[in-house]
């Protein structure tokens, strides 16, 4: 068990629709990550948060946003669904000092299917 | 950006002999190569890591050693265990985030 919780672990909608991923972070760690994994796929880097601030941004669909609040925990909106958004969405947690060298702790994810 | 390559894909190994996946990485400032184990229906789990300063590190039966003038690092399991069967993913870092390999699909043949 890596610290990092992600709710829910299954969601299950339809093209069009919108849903929020939520993620929190091992205690003491102030940064999350989130990363797309289609199938066959290898883990794609969305977007990162430090203490409530956007940090870095990878390849983040502009029908998806992210954010962080005050006690740390983190959302991932995704709307305008499509079939390809159809993946493993795990969020990740470290204590960041800059760069991208801290030791990341993935959640257990949360698989989207998108009909 | 970092561009990370990971080979091989798949690997079948009978249970007892050693595994070796390699990556290669094009960023020759990065310093931080960890690797991490995904079994099915969980999320990465970090296994080993090792930093530039440093050319190989051990922890039971999995050691990463580090290339830096080649710029590639590799992961060796040996005396391997059906438990070890599994996706394992290489990362290096790039200016701002972490890049991962593609990923090797380790069987562990009883």
């Known amino acids: 068990d890596s610290g990092v919780t992600q709710t829910p672990k299954h969601l299950i909608t339809a093209t069009g629709q919108r849903v929020t991923l939520r993620c929190s972070p091992r205690?003491?760690?102030?940064?999350v990550y989130w990363y797309q994994q289609s199938l066959d796929q290898g883990l794609q880097f969305l977007i990162q948060?430090?203490?409530?601030?956007?940090?870095a941004k990878g390849n983040i669909l502009e029908r998806f946003s992210a954010q962080q609040f005050p006690d740390l925990h983190s959302e991932l909106n995704l709307s305008s669904l499509e079939l390809g958004d159809s993946a493993l969405y795990f969020c990740a947690s470290s204590t960041w000092t800059g760069g991208a060298t801290d030791t990341q702790y993935f959640g257990p994810g949360t698989r989207l299917t998108v009909l | 950006g970092e561009n990370v390559e990971q080979h091989p894909s798949t690997l079948s190994v009978q249970e007892g002999d050693s595994a070796v996946i390699k990556c290669t990485y094009s960023?020759?400032?990065?310093?931080?190569f960890p690797w991490y184990k995904q079994e099915l229906g969980k999320g990465p789990q970090l296994i080993i890591d090792i930093r530039s300063n440093v050319g190989e590190k051990k922890d039971q039966r999995i050691a990463v050693t580090l290339n830096k003038t080649a710029k590639h690092f590799s992961l060796h399991i040996t005396e391997t265990q059906p438990e070890d069967s599994a996706v394992y993913f290489c990362?290096?870092?790039?200016?701002?985030?972490?890049?991962f390999g593609s990923g090797t699909q380790l069987t562990v043949l009883p």
């Open positions: 205690s003491g760690d102030l940064s």
């Open positions: 960023d020759s400032a990065s310093n931080y």
């Open positions: 948060y430090y203490n409530g601030e956007e940090r």
């Open positions: 990362a290096a870092p790039g200016a701002r985030q972490l890049t």
